[in-house]
């Protein structure tokens, strides 16, 4: 059966034109790992006022991009996010699991 899981990251002040540019050219590797993992329907949005990043995507399975850690694609990735993002010490966005309080089909 498949959930939703959603979580929110911060991006740094005027980096929305870099963030979503870097976002729309996603390495196709990445977007591949993803979408074996299970991965589907994945949106971010963004919060201007506040830098608040909005992360949802469905999920088939048990796995969850957060779960990705070790992948070398990954990695990379986040070296790339890393200078406009809050990130943890090995480059991982700071992120926080949102809890689902609401939903209509």
Request: glycine share 4%; net charge negative.
């Amino acid at each position: 059966m498949d959930k939703i899981v959603s979580f929110k990251m911060k991006l740094k002040p005027g980096f929305k034109e870099e963030y979503k540019r870097r976002h729309d050219q996603i390495w196709p590797e990445l977007a591949a790992l993803l979408k074996e993992s299970g991965i589907s329907n994945y949106s971010i949005f963004l919060d201007e006022e506040t830098g608040i990043l909005f992360a949802v995507q469905t999920l088939s399975g048990n796995n969850s991009s957060q779960d990705l850690s070790k992948n070398e694609i990954v990695k990379k990735w986040w070296a790339y996010m890393a200078d406009i993002m809050d990130t943890n010490k090995d480059n991982s966005p700071v992120s926080r699991p949102l809890e689902m309080v609401f939903h209509l089909d």
